[in-house]
Structures are given as C-alpha cells and as structure tokens.
T-cell receptor, first 114, second 113 residues
Framework: DVKVTQSSRYLVKRTGEKVFLECVQD?????MFWYRQDPGLGLRLIYF???????EKGDIPEGYSVSREKKERFSLILESASTNQTSMYLC?????????????FGPGTRLTVL | QKEVEQDPGPLSVPEGAIVSLNCTYS??????FMWYRQYSRKGPELLMY????GNKEDGRFTAQVDKSSKYISLFIRDSQPSDSATYLC?????????????FGKGTHLIIQP
C-alpha cells in the first residue's frame, strides 16, 4: 500500500513565524501535491511538483513556497504565517503516466496560527 | 463557478438504505472522475474512479457518469454506519492528472443505526 506521511498531525504557530510542513511518500511517485482544506471551500491546490527540484503553482500559492530536494519528500513552507493560513493541510502523491493518475493522501496536518 | 459542484449536505439516512451522492461538472474535457471518502480528522482515501461515461461497480458501491448532462453519481447499497463520512468527487485539472485534482466541496453522509 502507498504510504504518505506528514510530519505533524497538529501544529500551533504564532503570526509571523516561518512554518515547515513535511511530507514523505514511500512508493517512488513522481508527482506530489499540497492542498489545504477549509469548511465551505473544500480542497484547494496550493503547489505541486512533477519531479525533484520542479514546482508548479496551484490555485492558491500566495503566502506559500515549496521545496523538493528528494523524490520522496515535498515540503510546504509558510514564510510568515498569518491567521488566515489556519487550515487542514493535505499532502498527496501520484504515479506518472496513463489516463488514470490516482492521488494518495496523507493524514493531514491541522495548523492553527494564533 | 467551481468546475465541480457538490451539495455539502448533511445527508442523513437509515442503515440499510440506498444512498445516492451526486456532483455536477462544467468542464467537458474531464476524462475521468474519482470519488474519495474522508473520515473525520483523516486524509481522503480513494474509493472509486471511473472514466467519462457509464457505470463502475465495486462491492456495495457503484459510480456512474452521465456525460451528456455532466452528472456524476455514487450509489451505496445496504448502507452501514461505517459509511458515515464525507464523500468528495474529483476530476483531474489537466488530462493526465499530474497537475492535481479539482474537488467538489464534499457531501457529509450520516448513516443512522
């Protein structure tokens, strides 16, 4: 089974802090994704990556950056956390190619910014 | 307008009932669709995927796509309390899915014992 793990389940940070959310997948997937999930808004794509050192903006990249130095690891960085970044953050990965790319999700990190 | 629309519910039905969960989509280029199930405080798990027309069955679950009306459905037969969760429909942002998924907002389903 594909395993996607996220470094923390719950995180509390203060406004202005730099925050790192880590994601690791163990199935050699090329593609990795960061989403945030908010009540009434659903899941929204922040950033994604096709390959090591590659990154692409999703629908809501403002206030975030990402890093992919190794194939299995994809980090989401909040340069200066703000209260409107309080959310559930979900990492996902998928294999390249074919018509039916399926994303596998991690358990999520619930981030609260005070 | 979101590309995938879904009624957030909650939808509450008695145990054993047939459940119908629905989404509509606006992008004719979508080639396949997915249903994810998300339990409280967990990440979404892939339940089913289906190509752009027809039915797909897996145990008690049937996914259906009506391309002409841009309508996606998930049916659950003999519903169980363990089926209580949020169900999300999704479609790939670009053809192959490597650019991520666009999700409906999710329908919260409650199966009453």
């Amino acid at each position: 089974d594909v395993k996607v793990t996220q470094s923390s389940r719950y995180l509390v940070k203060r406004t202005g802090e730099k925050v790192f959310l880590e994601c690791v997948q163990d199935m050699d997937h090329e593609n990795m994704f960061w989403y945030r999930q908010d009540p009434g808004l659903g899941l929204r794509l922040i950033y994604f990556s096709y390959d090591v050192k590659m990154k692409e903006k999703g629908d809501i990249p403002e206030g975030y950056s990402v890093s992919r130095e190794k194939k299995e690891r994809f980090s989401l960085i909040l340069e200066s956390a703000s209260t409107n970044q309080t959310s559930m953050y979900l990492c996902a990965s998928s294999l390249n190619g074919g018509r039916s790319t399926r994303e596998f999700f991690g358990p999520g990190t619930r981030l609260t910014v005070l | 307008q979101k590309e995938v629309e879904q009624d957030p519910g909650p939808l509450s039905v008695p145990e054993g009932a047939i459940v119908s969960l629905n989404c509509t989509y606006s992008n004719s280029a979508f080639q396949y669709f997915m249903w994810y199930r998300q339990y409280s405080r967990k990440g979404p798990e892939l339940l089913m995927y289906t190509y752009s027309s027809g039915n797909k069955e897996d145990g008690r679950f049937t996914a259906q796509v009506d391309k002409s009306s841009k309508y996606i459905s998930l049916f659950i037969r003999d519903s169980q309390p363990s089926d209580s969760a949020t169900y999300l429909c999704a479609a790939p942002i670009a053809g192959g899915g490597a650019d991520g998924l666009t999700f409906g907002k999710g329908t919260h389903l409650i199966i009453q014992p």
